[in-house]
């Protein structure tokens, strides 16, 4: 339980149960999976290639989606709420997962090529009318449409980006670094020394979209189309068992 403890802010040694410090951090996430439990490890491979020890740093349900409970605008979720439209002035959204320690990525295939600030935020990262991922403390941003990084400043960074483009948002908790790639090119290191082993500090995907601007996301459920040796989806993608057993991808 110790990364629970480490990565949400709590502290066993209060007295308090592990039934109870499970629903304060569900609460916190704000989802569940099917069973109504949050999913704090992933432990019984469920099929799947990657073992608990690949997966330790995960928080969240086997399933990533975006949590429309934390969004806030008017938006439109669609395809298995993998795919976000804004249809207000500034629209924000995490997803249901969160990392704390490791290598993860995730990719988001534009539908429009607008203003949007694609990355990582914790749950401390406010969403307002105007601010969004990368306008807080601890939230990261990559603008293609304004060629600008977003940590509470921006800065110049990456390429114009185009409908169609694939964005793949890399974030090392070992090196503290957030890279990104356009259409499998490397962009560079956009951020170094994040804060990383701090109590109630863990990351989710994030996005910020302005009016009409379109985006999916893509955690790990389908295979990526420019995967980074090294870097662990937060989805385990699906794989299936042969007449013998053996799991095949």
């Given at each position: 339980?110790?990364?629970?403890?480490h990565?949400?802010?709590?502290?066993?040694?209060?007295?308090?149960?592990?039934?109870?410090?499970?629903?304060?951090?569900?609460?916190?996430?704000?989802?569940?999976?099917?069973?109504?439990e949050?999913e704090?490890?992933?432990?019984n491979?469920?099929e799947?290639?990657?073992?608990?020890?690949?997966?330790?740093?995960r928080?969240?349900?086997?399933?990533?989606?975006?949590?429309?409970?934390?969004?806030?605008?008017?938006?439109?979720?669609r395809?298995?709420?993998?795919?976000?439209?804004?249809?207000?002035?500034?629209?924000?959204?995490?997803?249901?997962?969160?990392?704390?320690?490791?290598?993860?990525?995730?990719?988001?295939?534009?539908g429009t090529?607008?203003?949007?600030?694609?990355?990582w935020?914790t749950?401390?990262?406010?969403?307002?009318?105007?601010?969004?991922?990368?306008?807080?403390?601890?939230?990261?941003?990559?603008?293609?449409?304004?060629?600008?990084?977003?940590?509470?400043?921006c800065?110049?960074?990456?390429?114009?980006?185009?409908?169609?483009?694939?964005?793949t948002?890399?974030i090392?908790?070992e090196?503290?670094?957030?890279?990104?790639?356009?259409?499998?090119?490397?962009?560079?290191?956009a951020f170094?020394?994040?804060?990383?082993?701090?109590?109630?500090?863990?990351?989710?995907?994030?996005i910020?979209?302005?009016?009409?601007?379109?985006?999916s996301?893509?955690?790990?459920?389908?295979?990526?189309?420019?995967?980074?040796?090294?870097?662990?989806?937060?989805?385990?993608?699906?794989?299936y068992?042969?007449?013998?057993?053996?799991?095949?991808?």
């Amino acid at each position: 339980m110790n990364f629970l403890e480490h990565a949400f802010d709590f502290n066993s040694k209060s007295g308090v149960s592990i039934s109870t410090l499970t629903n304060q951090i569900t609460s916190r996430l704000g989802q569940c999976d099917d069973n109504g439990e949050i999913e704090t490890d992933i432990t019984n491979k469920f099929e799947q290639k990657y073992d608990y020890a690949e997966m330790e740093g995960r928080l969240g349900p086997k399933k990533v989606v975006l949590h429309r409970n934390s969004g806030r605008g008017v938006f439109q979720l669609r395809e298995a709420d993998l795919e976000i439209e804004s249809h207000s002035n500034f629209v924000s959204i995490r997803a249901t997962n969160c990392v704390f320690k490791g290598k993860w990525m995730y990719e988001a295939t534009l539908g429009t090529a607008g203003v949007m600030q694609i990355g990582w935020a914790t749950m401390y990262c406010t969403f307002s009318d105007e601010e969004g991922v990368g306008d807080s403390p601890d939230s990261y941003a990559y603008d293609g449409g304004r060629i600008k990084k977003w940590c509470q400043a921006c800065h110049t960074y990456g390429e114009k980006w185009a409908p169609g483009d694939v964005i793949t948002c890399c974030i090392d908790l070992e090196q503290k670094e957030i890279s990104y790639y356009r259409n499998g090119r490397y962009l560079g290191v956009a951020f170094k020394n994040i804060r990383v082993n701090t109590p109630g500090i863990a990351y989710f995907p994030g996005i910020s979209l302005s009016l009409s601007e379109r985006c999916s996301l893509n955690f790990g459920s389908t295979p990526f189309s420019y995967p980074v040796e090294g870097y662990l989806p937060l989805q385990c993608p699906p794989c299936y068992k042969d007449n013998n057993n053996n799991i095949i991808n």
